[in-house]
């Protein structure tokens, strides 16, 4: 089972790069520069309405046939957005795509954490970072090479007989191990569709035919929603980081808003910023990939020992993914003497390598069960830490990319990236002062 949940894991990394690495093509062959945060946020969207039916889906069917069913979902929506004739055909099929991946990914790490002992959980979270130094490279190298001797369109479908292959393994492996939780589960519809609807707001900042002062009223109408639904659906303390795991919620939110934020507009920096072509965009997604993966490797090798060792690699991490996002902005308002996207490269690796020093140590943090009692249980410390990356991805990613998307369409300067990667980078900076937060011992009694 451990090696069927690492092969749908290199899977969905080679995905999380291929329309990164593409956008910028997609939106030039549809005439949807402006519809960047719509397309990014769209499957943002669709997941946050399907995952909160991930848990009762585990406890009422088996999970090898969720698993098939919601395979031919995702390949659906592939083949809708891959034969697109205008934008809006292809955001619908990222919807179809979005609402399969929502319930899987619940699937997924509920699996890890409730079917797998301890050691293996540890390993397998550890093999989560071998298979990504894999995608890394194959997700943007693949998207780049297909788009240069075919099309964007073929290159979200030829990988798919590689989804559907690891997910039957994973099916078989998985068949009648998952068990009903016992938790009450804070997830509800109602609260999903308030997430999906705050982030739908979002993802329409950066249409042109919406007037900038509305288009500021929705992003703060969005954000707002987004914080109300949040408080309802993470654990008490998590949005304030109160002393431990909530704080280490909290602390994952951060990073994954942070990275992933400036991810969603690297690949249009290079390409309808600094002028670069897709496989200059591969290479830059690549090189932080592979620094993420693997710092994330001697990070799972050498894990800290103490609270205090935690904290410095946290600040270290985060002075990293600090300095090459505000480096990366910095170089944006040069002139073209430069080699500029070289210095991309570069300060986007180290990016990756800071978030490589991080991450699994957090992720260690919520998983593992603390000596105190903190009032949070594994499955539901596992269904948290989903739920917090998604919030924070969708969130980050689908401003970010509406903002500099709505800047491109209109030919406006670079000037709104080089807001983002400041605020990002600043972001970043302080993930020291929620790691402190992370080390402190906070009893529930």
Partial sequence: MAAALLGLELVAGM??????????VIGSDLDAKDFYGVIVGSAQIAMFLTMPLGPYLLQRFRVDRLLVHLSWLTVAGSVSSAVAPN??????????????AGALATVSLAAIVSVLPAGWRRAVLAGFSVTWVFASLAGPLYAAWVTSVASWRW??????????????????????????GTDKEPLTLGSAGMLAGGVALLSLVGLQAVPSA??????????????????????????????????????????????????????????????GNTGQAALVLAGSGMGWALAGLAAS?????????????AAVGGSLIGLGLLGTGAVILTDDALPRITVVLLGWTLAGIGMGLVYLDTLNKIVDVPPEVDGVTVPRAAAATILVEAIATAVAA?????????????????????????????????????????AMVHVVR
Avoid at 15 to 24: E, G, S
Avoid at 87 to 100: D, P, Q
Avoid at 158 to 170: D, E
Avoid at 214 to 225: D, E, L, Q, S
């Fill in 87 to 100: 934008v809006g055909v292809f955001v619908a099929g990222r919807v179809a795509s979005g609402l399969g």
């Fill in 214 to 275: 509305v288009a500021v009223t929705m992003g703060a109408i969005g954000a707002v929603a987004v914080i109300f639904a949040a408080r309802r659906l993470l654990p008490p303390g998590t949005l304030s980081a109160r002393a431990g795991r909530p704080a280490a919620l909290a602390t994952m939110g951060l990073l994954a808003g942070v990275y992933f934020g400036a991810q969603a507009i690297m690949s249009i920096i290079v390409q309808d910023l600094l002028g």
């Fill in 301 to 313: 090798r050498w894990p800290p020992r103490t609270s205090r060792a935690y904290v410095c690699r």
């Fill in 15 to 24: 995905q999380a790069y291929l329309l990164n690495t593409v956008m910028p």
């Fill in 398 to 438: 689908t401003l970010a990319s509406a903002v500099v998307g709505r800047a491109v369409a209109v030919g406006q300067d670079a000037n709104p990236a080089v807001v983002i990667l400041a605020v990002t980078g600043a972001g970043a900076l302080s993930l020291v002062w929620l790691a402190r937060r992370t």
């Fill in 155 to 180: 290159a979200l479908v030829l990988y798919l007989p590689l989804l559907i292959a690891a997910r039957l393994v994973a099916a078989r492996q998985l068949r009648g191990t998952m068990q009903p």
